[in-house]
Nanobody, 128 residues
């Protein structure tokens, strides 16, 4: 059974940092797309960042570029999202996601419907 388990998150003041981790089990995703999405109350789930396949450069949403950094440890089947200079508009539930395939077409890599596995989500709240 494939599982993605997120950890980290919580409350932070604007300008602060948070670190989210995602641990995958039941399958290796070293060659597959893995990424982070978020969903704020009353809004649709939106793309944050992803590594779209093996050896690919990270793809970031414009809203987080320069502030967020994704890293993957394929040997450990884990992924980390480092979030710096957080803003109140970053407040959301953050989800780790993994696909069974590579998603080198950008629009596919950014689409939640292209991901097969999801974590339970972790809340990040940024206060002003």
């Amino acid at each position: 059974q494939v599982q993605l388990v997120e950890s980290g998150g919580g409350s932070v003041q604007a300008g602060g940092s948070q670190r989210l981790s995602c641990a995958a089990s039941g399958r290796t995703f070293s060659r597959s797309a893995m990424g982070w999405f978020r969903q704020a109350p009353g809004k649709e789930r939106e793309f944050v960042v992803a590594v779209c396949g093996s050896g690919g450069s990270p793809l970031y949403a414009d809203s987080v570029k320069g502030r967020f950094t994704i890293s993957r440890d394929n040997a450990k089947n884990t992924m980390v999202l480092q979030m710096n200079s957080l803003k109140p508009e970053d407040t959301a539930v953050y989800y780790c996601a993994a696909s069974e395939s590579t998603l080198y077409i950008r629009s596919n890599c950014k689409s939640p419907s292209r991901y097969d596995y999801w974590g339970q989500g972790t809340q990040v709240t940024v206060s002003s």
